[in-house]
């Protein structure tokens, strides 16, 4: 089988349900999809969930969301089916116990029954000696009765893989080329539960769902030769393997849910990055830019341009570091190019869960709420950095509160200003109609070229000064939207008593 047998390739991501997905899943699910549309082939979703002790049950659904969420759909998994139902390893153990009773009767697995405790001490000693570290085979060629007598015993056995002294430690793959892996020692295939280990079932699964290409993270290159030497022995056609680099903190160390709260797949929801834009940052980080007619990197594409353009050969097997900064800038370019409806919808939700809007928004904060939009569109790179900038537009004017920051940056001079302003706003009418044929009053353009006639020529205060008490007045902030703009739209009465607050508080 090659990679050119387009139309029949067969994919799969096959994530554990132990908790919020990883950004792994993400990362692996986006090469398999990528490849398996460029070549007309399937993409499939496993659910390997036969470590009930790290079983969590609403991980599963977590798994869904998440890749829904980013766009990485799938054509055959546990929650719509396919022909090689069911796609839940835990529904599929009588699928796994003939393959390892044909090991145990052809003499290549054999039954343990050594206690936790005693493979504890026998790893212990073995370090203790600075000793290959593996399971000393005290069980094979033992029977139970046998077994029994002899210290470390337990009653329930697993099943262990008998490897041989010529297991073939190399082999190819998609993205390395000729890779050559430890020698493993004898890998438990049946736990003591009667569930398969990952080793067992991944072969099983992978060959009975006709997956044509495995592709996972580096970390499984050590457990390849057991992989293979399992196909060999059942009489099974191995799939082609492609390791991907692993993702790594700005330190190099691997990326994990305990250290980086950017391993969790669903914190990118949290923090307000687009899906887009992930899938973008995730395709960079183990390939090449595209490239445009002249040569020059280009660093936005969309899923269909990188799928259509794939090539494991271009994969870099170096583990890439997980540049946040890299995908805030990214972010950012996503989000200037949304149409400003679907900008102000996506918004929404992280105005809702900060509470600046509630549940069923009224169509008069709806209309606010795109007008704003405009304003904030080029000044946030996450979708929740919007809260700060927007909750000013609806809290109460008596309720707006002035930070710490912006009232210990007022000057000396801020009631001046703020007295000179609230003269020339009283004398601008309040409708943004005015007469038939004329142009709107209570305008930005309008309140802009008042208060620069006022404060900055008339005050004799440089432009970068003169605003400043304005600006935390109306939006109780150092840093806030445009603030004419910000006048318009929060209209004469509002701004007037924003302003007044503020001077009656110096």
Excluded at 241 to 264: E, G, T
């Amino acid at each position: 089988m090659t990679t050119a047998d387009t139309g029949s390739v067969r994919l799969r991501v096959a994530p554990s349900p132990t908790g919020d997905p990883h950004v792994g899943t993400a990362y692996m699910s986006l090469f398999n999809l990528a490849f398996a549309r460029q070549q007309g082939g399937r993409f499939v979703l496993r659910i390997e969930d036969t470590d009930r002790a790290r079983f969590r049950a609403d991980s599963e659904q977590q798994v869904f969301d998440t890749l829904r969420w980013l766009g990485l759909p799938w054509d055959e998994g546990p929650d719509i089916g396919g022909p090689y139902a069911p796609y839940r390893q835990s529904e599929r153990l009588d699928t796994y116990a003939p393959y390892a009773e044909r090991l145990l009767a052809e003499g290549k697995a054999y039954h343990c029954w050594c206690s936790p405790e005693r493979l504890a001490q026998m790893r212990e000693d073995q370090q203790r000696r600075k000793e290959p570290t593996g399971y000393d085979r005290l069980c094979h060629g033992r029977t139970r009765e046998e077994r029994a007598l002899l210290p470390g015993f337990s009653e329930t056995p697993v099943v262990r893989m008998l490897i041989p002294d010529d297991v073939d430690l190399v082999f190819d793959d998609l993205i390395r080329g000729k890779v050559s892996a430890p020698r493993p020692d004898d890998q438990v295939i049946v736990k003591a539960d009667g569930f398969p280990t990952y080793h067992l079932a991944v072969v099983v699964d992978d060959h009975e769902m006709g997956i044509t290409h495995v592709v996972r993270g580096e970390e499984w290159i050590s457990s390849t030769p057991k992989h293979l030497l399992l196909y060999r022995w059942l009489g099974l056609t191995p799939p082609a393997f492609a390791h991907m680099p692993l993702l790594r903190n700005v330190d190099k160390s691997k990326i994990s849910k305990r250290k980086n709260p950017a391993a969790r797949l669903t914190w990118f929801q949290e923090e307000g990055y687009l899906p887009e834009a992930l899938v973008n940052f995730l395709a960079l980080l183990a390939y090449p830019p595209q490239q445009d007619a002249e040569g020059h990197d280009v660093e936005v594409f969309p899923f269909d341009d990188f799928s259509r353009d794939f090539d494991w050969a271009k994969v870099n097997p170096v583990g890439p570091i997980f540049d946040l900064k890299k995908l805030d800038w990214l972010n950012g370019v996503y989000i200037r190019e949304l149409e400003l409806g679907d900008l102000a919808s996506r918004l929404l939700p992280y105005l809702q869960r900060d509470e600046v809007l509630g549940d069923q928004p009224t169509l008069g904060e709806l209309a606010r709420l795109e007008k704003v939009t405009a304003l904030i569109q080029t000044r946030i790179a996450k979708l929740s950095e919007a809260t700060a900038l927007v909750a000013p537009f609806y809290v109460a004017d008596q309720d707006l509160e002035i930070a710490d920051d912006a009232r210990a940056g007022l000057r000396d001079d801020s009631a001046q200003v703020l007295d000179t302003a609230l003269d020339v706003l009283d004398g601008l009418p309040d409708t943004h109609a005015g007469t038939l044929g004329s142009e709107p009053s209570w305008t930005a353009p309008v309140i802009e070229e008042a208060l620069r006639s006022a404060i900055v020529d008339g005050l004799g205060i440089k432009a970068r000064f003169a605003f400043g008490p304005l600006r935390t007045a109306v939006s109780g902030q150092r840093v806030s939207p445009p603030l004419f703009e910000s006048m318009e739209i929060l209209g004469k009465a509002s701004t007037v008593t924003r302003l007044r607050r503020l001077r009656e508080s110096l």
